[in-house]
Every structure is written in C-alpha cells, then in structure tokens.
C-alpha cells in the first residue's frame, strides 16, 4: 500500500472561550486558571484520527461549530496540535481564506509577486504566469496596479483563487472557497479542482454545498461533537449526518427539512445531535458518477 499523504493521529487541539479575558495579576502569577477545563476551555477537535491517500479527495462533513475549519487549518500546519500529531507528505496549496494574505496597501501587482513567492513560486514562475492569473481572476487592467485595498471582496478572493489555481502543490486545502464569485467564476474554479484532482493531487475540502462535496469528494469524515464520528464514503456520511439533523429536530418538535443541509450550512442554530453511531448504506458507498477514486479507510465507523 502507498504511503498516505496525509496522516493523523490522536489530533486534538483546545481552545479557550474566553480568549479576551483578561486575567488578573494574582491568576498570571500563581498560574491558576490554567490546565484543562479553565477559563472556559474546550476541544473542538479531539482524538482523531485518519490516513488520506494520495490522489483521494474527502470531504468533511458536521454542522456549524464541529471542528471542521479547526481540522483543515491543523492539516495545513495553521493550527499547532496540543495534542496527538498530522503528517501531510509535500507541499500544500491552501485555499483557506483567500483575500488574508493581501497587504491591502500594495497593489494587486504587487501582491501577486509577494504572496507568490510565499507559496514558494519564483519570479520567473510568476512572470511567466503573470497574464494567466490576471486573466482567471478577471481583474480590469486598471485595477492591476491599485492598492487592494480598493478591491471589492469579490475581486480580492478572484484573485486570491487565481494564484493559488497556478501552485503545483500536491495537497490542496478546500475550505468554502467555492462558493465564491458568480456562477461563470464557480464554474472556472470547479474546472481548475477538476484538473488538479485529474493530476492526481489530494484534496480535503470542506463545504456547506452538499452538492459539491458529491460532486468532488469519494470519501466523508463526519464530525460530531469534536471528535471523528464516522469516516465513510462520502454519501454515507452525508446521509448519516442528515439523520442525526433530523432526529435532533424531531427531539425538539421542530419540522425537519428534507435536504435542506449540507455540511452545516443551514444549521446555523446550535443544537446538539444525538443520532445514529454509525450509518446504515454500505459503508464505501461510492457516488454515482464519481468513480474516480477509492476511498482510502473507508467505511471505518471511528
Ligand atoms: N481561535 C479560536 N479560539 C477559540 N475558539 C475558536 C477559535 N476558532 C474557532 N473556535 C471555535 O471552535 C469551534 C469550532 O470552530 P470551526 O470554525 O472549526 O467549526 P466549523 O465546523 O468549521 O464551523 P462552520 O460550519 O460554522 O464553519 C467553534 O465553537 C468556534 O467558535
């Protein structure tokens, strides 16, 4: 078997709720509220853990709140773990939050040989492809050398996609990027994750649109209540994580709404779920037309 590209084990990572206390003398000197459990301590993410094979694309799935950008950003090495370890073998694109890079006082120009060469390009790499992102990110010339402060969002994650559609890193970050830009942009970006998943690169994408995690991803890590409730094929987890939507809506009296979410996109309420350990389709259940690759573990109920 090949070794996996990305590989993690025990991941977990605290966060403090109340991270703009500020603690008093007495607290900073003695030490206490320190450890687990103080001011507000919590694991979005905790015990996870998974082996993504090269060429795979999985998905991840949980409503608002579960961990999923967590998870994506401690892949990407954004995040240190406290505890537990990621591996991610090669470089990787992000396509976290795409207009962060900018430096809102240089221009657009100018941005793209910075962030650029952030991404390790050269400046012969970004000379060559200069057009090509003006081009993707469809920039008016006029715009090209005005600070980006001036862009509207719009323009500014366009460009962001545009640079980053030129990197030749074999791991890919996904993280809600594709719901940018009108219809004509999406359609050039699905095109550009279709072409670096056609290379054989690895992508871990997290998405609102049900629609699109069926579209790219075989396989599904479902998260829930911050640890890896189910790694499956990518239908399975969807539907699993519908049931526990739905069983926890019946829970409360409230209607349930048939397809109404994806991967926490309308479960903007918080609610606690408390469904199904595991679901009930065959556990690497493979989506209609995407044959294209093997889910790496799955059907392993975590
Ligand atoms: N830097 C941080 N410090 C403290 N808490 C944080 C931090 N970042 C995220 N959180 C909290 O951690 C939890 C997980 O957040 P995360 O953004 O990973 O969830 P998510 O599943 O991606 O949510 P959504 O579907 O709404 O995007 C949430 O309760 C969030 O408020």
């Known amino acids: 078997m090949t070794e996996p590209v990305i590989e993690a084990e025990g991941l977990g990572i605290r966060f403090s709720a109340n991270r703009r206390r500020r603690r008093g003398l007495r607290e900073l000197l003695l030490g206490a509220g320190r450890g687990p459990g103080a001011e507000g301590a ?22 608002n709140g579960t961990g999923k950008s967590t998870l994506l950003k401690l892949i990407a090495g954004v995040l240190i773990p406290d505890e537990g370890r990621v591996a991610v073998r090669g470089r990787v694109a992000p396509l976290l939050e795409l207009r962060a890079g900018f430096n809102g ?12 060469s952030l991404h390790g390009m050269s400046r012969q790499d970004i000379d060559e492809r200069f057009d090509e992102i003006v081009d993707f990110a469809d920039l008016r010339e006029s715009y090209i050398d005005m600070p980006v402060r001036h862009y509207s969002s719009g323009m500014k994650v366009r460009l962001g996609f545009a640079l980053v559609a030129q990197l030749e890193h074999p791991v890919l970050l996904v993280d809600e990027v594709l719901a940018v830009g009108d219809q004509e942009f999406r359609e050039k970006c699905y095109g550009t994750v279709e072409r670096m998943l056609a290379d054989g690169r690895t992508m871990v994408l997290v998405s609102h649109s049900e629609a699109d995690l069926r579209r790219f991803c075989t396989r599904g890590l479902y998260l829930r209540d911050g640890g890896l409730a189910l790694d499956t094929g990518i239908d399975t987890a969807l539907r699993a994580y519908e049931q526990d939507r739905a069983a926890e809506e019946q829970e409360r009296g409230e209607p349930s709404e048939p397809g ?19 679901a009930d389709a065959p556990a690497a259940e493979r989506g209609g037309d995407r044959g294209r690759r093997e889910p790496g573990d799955g059907g392993r109920a975590a």
Request: charged share 30%.
């Open 260 to 278: 109404g979410t994806a991967a926490g996109g309308a479960d903007r309420r918080a609610r606690r779920l408390g469904g199904p350990e595991s």
């Open 105 to 116: 006082r240089l221009t657009g120009r100018e941005n793209i040989y910075l962030v650029g």
């Open 42 to 63: 919590f694991w979005p993410v905790r015990d996870v853990s998974f082996r993504i094979r090269r060429g795979e694309c999985v998905g991840i799935v949980g409503k």
